[in-house]
């Protein structure tokens, strides 16, 4: 007999019973388990800086970045209420040190990244090598180094976390430590990782210790210049703009194991063609005004502001002036597993 069968209730009566082992029928699940294509909880949200920096500058009355440890407002996705998470995989925040501040030094199994959004003259340590920070500067915080952030300048300097907090929870692999130490010594000068790893040279005995780039700041001064030399000499993609990945120069690969960066320029008029792909990817506007355009939804949004763009949403851009964006996601992650897949639609 291979008719389906009217028996709700007989079903209804044997899952109820199978509950009490801990049982539940897959054929009830299955294509919620299996989706045809993700269908994931986040969706599309920007944070306007202008909305947030009143609200970020007020924590600063609050409470201190010694006492918080990291004084940080969570940019978390409206569609996963209580997760921190901003996807499925990535936390985002933004986080505000005042001037003569310090937050303590610590190291954590979850990777950082940070992106520069207001303000000179703070510093972040990265095992016992400082640099100092300017805006739309891109630094890295690889797993398991220490890490601590200080204020020399005469008024805030804010910068959007990037982590990878929620992946690392969902693989119940995160371990973190305080340093003893509040601010631990400085063991090299300022640019001696950009010397050793940031000049296309690597030390000849050179042995990683972790899988992240040696190279922990990337200038915007030089990511913003080798984006307008190639916005002169060839066309944008018709998808993505002028968009490049920030590197490991060790490896080429991604600068982090975990997480990929990407800097992109959309010169001024550009209106780019639809795109999905399965990483759910976080921007932030580093210069110019335009909109991402999901469907028919648009986030209009300027400097400084935060979106994010769930996995396999199709979205494209449009600009009305020359445009920079800084992006991350979980990429890395999903091309080592073989997951990861793109569109481009037009
Ligand atoms: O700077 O170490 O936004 O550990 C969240 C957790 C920042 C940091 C965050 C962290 C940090």
Redesign the pocket.
């Known amino acids: 007999m291979n008719q389906p069968v009217d028996n709700r209730a007989a079903r209804d009566e044997y899952y109820h019973r199978i509950a009490t082992k801990q049982l539940t029928p897959l054929w009830e699940a299955l294509s919620a388990l299996v989706p045809e294509r993700p269908r994931s909880p986040c969706v599309p949200h920007l944070w306007r800086y202008d909305e947030v920096r009143p609200w970020l500058l007020e924590s600063g009355q609050l409470i201190t970045a010694r006492e918080a440890v990291?004084r940080?407002l969570i940019l978390e996705n409206p569609g996963m209420p209580g997760s921190s998470a901003i996807t499925q995989a990535l936390y985002a925040?933004l986080?505000l040190i005042l001037p003569g501040e310090v937050a303590p030094s610590?190291r954590?199994t979850q990777t950082?990244l940070r992106l520069i959004v207001e303000g000179s003259r703070a510093y972040t340590a990265v095992d016992g090598e400082r640099v100092h920070m300017h805006p739309g500067d891109f630094i890295i915080t690889p797993s398991w180094t220490w890490?601590d952030h200080g204020s020399e300048a005469d008024g805030p300097v804010v910068w959007l976390?990037g982590?990878d907090i929620p992946l690392v929870r969902f693989l119940d692999c995160g371990f973190a430590e305080n340093n003893p130490q509040e601010t631990p010594p400085v063991l090299r000068p300022e640019g001696d990782a950009a010397a050793r790893f940031g000049a296309n040279l690597l030390p000849v005995d050179f042995v990683p210790s972790h899988s992240s780039s040696p190279m922990f700041a990337y200038p915007y001064a030089r990511s913003r210049e080798a984006l307008d030399r190639l916005s002169r000499s060839g066309d944008p993609d018709a998808w993505h703009g002028h968009l490049m990945q920030f590197i490991n120069p060790s490896t080429g690969g991604s600068a982090m194991a975990t997480m990929g960066a990407f800097i992109r320029l959309l010169p001024r008029g550009f209106a780019g063609r639809d795109y999905r792909s399965t990483d759910g990817t976080v921007f932030q506007v580093i210069e110019g005004r335009g909109e991402c355009v999901l469907g028919d939804q648009r986030l209009a949004f300027g400097p400084r502001d935060t979106f994010v763009v769930p996995s396999w949403t199709t979205h494209r851009f449009a600009v009305s002036e020359d445009t920079v964006l800084f992006s991350y996601s979980d990429r890395p992650v999903q091309r080592a597993l073989s997951l990861w897949r793109e569109q481009r639609l037009d």
Do not use: K
């Open positions: 990291r940080v925040g986080q610590h954590h950082a890490h976390d982590l």
